[in-house]
T-cell receptor, first 114, second 115 residues
Framework: GDSVTQMEGPVTLSEEAFLTINCTYT??????LFWYVQYPGEGLQLLLK?????DKGSNKGFEATYRKETTSFHLEKGSVQVSDSAVYFC?????????????FGTGTLLAVQP | AAGVIQSPRHLIKEKRETATLKCYPI?????VYWYQQGPGQDPQFLIS???????DKGSIPDRFSAQQFSDYHSELNMSSLELGDSALYFC??????????????FGPGTRLTVT
């Protein structure tokens, strides 16, 4: 079945450091790809998405590019802030298929230190 | 902007009791999804509804049932609760799959604790 694999955390960075969180996927169809963020004690917020190959999603300084050839959707940010500390989930959805449920990766905890 | 509303936000039940979780989707959203997130785990899909009909089913125990009502709100009913049911339960809503605006918007979750 479809699945998402993302790098394990925690990832600890200093403020203004460069961030990469790796995400790869396995899917039989042509999924849409998402990054969700979960701040402590809160729900899931959509951070960015990409719906087809070579699409780049971006939001709040975060970026991720849908790479079909490497089945990847790595999350990047050039300069992290303390307020970015959260758990980040990579997810896929079989957009337009029989079901649109989200399949999540295991989540990566990011801790940014001042 | 209106968001997904879930109630209650916190719920404490004893083993073998029943619980009902409610979800009110964003206006004009006709699809509802339920997810379960155990401590330190990723969210797992339970069940979804589109236009009041079940559209997909995931790893939902037989002790759980759900439905979507005519006003599109949904309820997740959980019976014979077990300690392992303690988790954060998320509801998400979206417009009809296939639309260009398709995205799932999550509610704040209901934290269920079974003692």
């Amino acid at each position: 079945g479809d699945s998402v694999t993302q790098m394990e955390g925690p990832v600890t960075l200093s403020e203004e450091a460069f961030l990469t969180i790796n995400c790869t996927y396995t899917a039989t169809g042509y999924p849409s790809l998402f990054w969700y963020v979960q701040y402590p004690g809160e729900g899931l917020q959509l951070l960015l998405k990409a719906t087809k190959a070579d699409d780049k999603g971006s939001n709040k300084g975060f970026e991720a590019t849908y790479r079909k050839e490497t089945t990847s959707f790595h999350l990047e940010k050039g300069s992290v802030q303390v307020s970015d500390s959260a758990v980040y989930f990579c997810a896929l959805s079989d957009y337009g298929g029989a079901t649109n449920k989200l399949i999540f990766g295991t989540g990566t905890l990011l801790a940014v230190q001042p | 902007a209106a968001g997904v509303i879930q109630s209650p936000r916190h719920l404490i039940k004893e083993k073998r009791e029943t619980a009902t979780l409610k979800c009110y989707p964003i206006p004009r959203h006709d699809t509802v999804y339920w997810y379960q997130q155990g401590p330190g785990q990723d969210p797992q899909f339970l069940i979804s509804f589109y236009e009041k009909m079940q559209s997909d089913k995931g790893s939902i125990p037989d002790r759980f049932s759900a439905q979507q009502f005519s006003d599109y709100h949904s309820e997740l009913n959980m019976s014979s609760l077990e300690l392992g049911d303690s988790a954060l339960y998320f509801c998400a809503s979206s417009r009809e799959p296939g639309q260009s605006s398709y995205e799932q918007y999550f509610g704040p979750g209901t934290r269920l604790t079974v003692t």
